[in-house]
């Protein structure tokens, strides 16, 4: 199998502008997670899918957050109107399985906010 | 909230020695999972073990062993006869609640940064 794959790798934006970033689990798994890790700290769960449908919300960062797994594959987060303090490591997750399983996790997307 | 705790930021050792890394985890959970993961400088985060409140036998693969202590909230990783590719940051990680369905996220400590000096 493949791993998780997360594109772009690297992401330099101005501030005010719309970003979005793309999320391919391992093949089949039905759940998919987005974290966010700032320097120095450990990945901050955002969100994740159960195959379709957004089970959790509440922890996206604000209303400028929204993400989406339209057809229970891949995934995408978006980050409306970036501030400098959006300047992170977004990491993506998937599992199979039910709750509490292994979470495997792509190699991230750098967003840098000028 | 629950929390993890890992009070060490970073370590320094001489390869071939042996190192233990701290965790220590607050939870309202009965039933609950314990990770860890490793980030090399790659940035891509590995998955290296999971436990079950359950089961608090010791675990080993290797040169990697995990002491899991319910009595003391504490899961901490040794690493045996240490290698330079050993080197990176290690995380500890927590299940989310799962009482009245509650998310299914981790919750991170901040890593310790292991550094393997030749």
């Known amino acids: 199998d493949t791993g998780v794959s997360q594109n772009p790798r690297h992401k330099i934006t101005k501030r005010g502008q719309n970003v979005t970033f793309r999320c391919d689990p391992i093949?089949?798994?039905?759940?998919l997670y987005w974290y966010r890790q700032t320097l120095g700290q450990g990945p901050e769960f955002l969100t994740y899918?159960?195959?379709?449908?957004?089970?959790?919300k509440s922890r996206l960062l604000s209303d400028r957050f929204s993400a989406e797994r339209p057809k229970g594959s891949f995934s995408t987060l978006e980050i409306q109107r970036t501030e400098q303090g959006d300047s992170a490591m977004y990491l993506c997750?998937?599992?199979?399985?039910?709750?509490?399983?292994?979470?495997?996790f792509g190699p991230g997307t750098r967003l840098t906010v000028l | 909230a629950q929390k993890v705790t890992q009070a060490q930021t970073e370590i320094s050792v001489v390869e071939k020695e042996d190192v233990t890394l701290d965790c220590v985890y607050e939870?309202?959970?009965?039933?609950?999972?314990l990770f860890w993961y490793k980030q090399p400088p790659s940035g891509e985060l590995v998955f290296l073990i999971r436990r079950n409140s359950f089961d608090e036998q010791n675990e080993i693969s290797g040169r990697y062993s995990w002491n899991f202590q319910k009595s003391t909230s504490s899961f901490n990783f040794t690493i045996t006869a240490s290698q330079v590719v050993d080197s990176a940051v290690y995380f500890c990680a927590l299940s989310e609640p799962n009482s009245g369905g509650g998310a299914d996220g981790l919750t991170f400590g901040k890593g310790t940064h292991l550094i393997i000096q030749p």
């Open positions: 997750a998937s599992s199979l399985g039910t709750v509490r399983i292994t979470q495997y």
């Open positions: 093949s089949e798994h039905n759940r």
């Open positions: 899918f159960q195959n379709e449908a957004q089970l959790e």
């Open positions: 939870t309202r959970d009965t039933t609950y999972y």
